[in-house]
């Protein structure tokens, strides 16, 4: 087998044998702790530029493929994995994962304590980190030294500062259309959505066209021209990946959808950028929230749901009762915070009271699971439709 090291951005190393593609990569490593789903997170956009360490030890056994993938390709920088294993015993596989890997030239690097790497990372924080193997730990007929690799990996661009979302996107809009309770096509959507794509997974879409709404799908660079081309009854900003404070363009744009008050629903990043649309800073968090495992409090029902989470970036906005939109001596009125995290009181969710707007850190669709929050595309509609009965009779 062949010999592959991981070297942190701190110095730490770990050895292991390659898995996937030999060579090198870097980026910022993370961790998700998800005992399901592993090939909905390789092809998250939102892992773009990152390496991921899976906390589950046995990873691969139901293999890869074609129904589930969240985009057209995977995403992550790179892949660490404690057991990878042996050989893909489900009926739905059409590949092994190690091949696809391969195919897709994913570095990947197995046989490491995922547990103890763990455990730095949630100590240290996320940090770049780089994965070499093969020709990638030889130069000039000598394997290469930790310092070397150090050096490579301190040279990679850092996470904070990041604008990547224009890097996933999509090149081209495109319309994913309604469906009846059936699965057949529905002739007349009961709401058409304009979803700006940040790196958008294909389940989101879908989650929405099954509830009767038409989505146009539209790539970030969009302006509100764009958007407004479409009719829309709401706007939908998605997932991706980066700096929510290096996203000028984005939020500029969410400012002019909440100008002209179209109801607007933001999901993770599109979360994120909600709350600096309003005037709330954002915050590199130590280690994120990654995995399918999160408890965050609805406030508004009390419940608790279990939740899918991939963020490493968060809103700070007060906590405790209705605070003030910042931006604009307050021009978008009073917001409170509607969603917590009961792990560690990360703000899981906003909600503006004098707009039709609300957004959640989180994923409804969830495609592997759970699926506590699938109700709030079901709240989206319903105020896509409360903001269109208003409409009619101001009118």
Known sequence: MTDAVLVLEDGRTFRGRAYGATGSTVGEIVFNTGMTGYQETLTDPSYHRQIVVMTAPHIGNTGVNDDDPESG?????????????????????????????????????????????????????????????????????????????????????????????????????????????????LAEPVATVAALDLGIKAMTPRRMAERGMRVHVLPATSTIEDVLATSPDGVFFSNGPGDPGAATHEVELLREVLDRRIPFFGICYGNQLLGRALGYGTYKLGYGHRGVNQPVMDRLTGKVEITAHNHGFAVDAPLDGESTAPHDDGRYGRVVVSHVDLNDDVVEGLSALDLPAFSVQYHPEAAAGPHDAAYLFDRFLELMRTSGAQKGADA
């Open 73 to 185: 390709r995977i995403w992550v920088a790179g892949y660490v994995v404690r057991d990878p294993a042996r050989r893909a015993s489900s009926w739905r596989a059409s590949r092994t994962l190690d091949d696809e890997l391969v195919t897709q030239g994913v570095v990947g690097i197995s046989g490491v304590d995922t547990r103890a790497l763990t455990r730095h990372l949630r100590d240290r924080g996320v940090m770049r980190a780089g994965i070499f193997s093969g020709d990638a730990l030889v130069v000039d007929g000598a394997v290469r030294t930790d310092d070397a690799l150090l050096a490579e990996v301190l040279a990679a661009p850092a996470m904070q500062g990041a604008d990547l979302a224009g890097e996933v996107t999509t090149t081209e809009a495109y319309v994913v259309e309604a469906l009846a309770p059936d699965g057949s096509p």
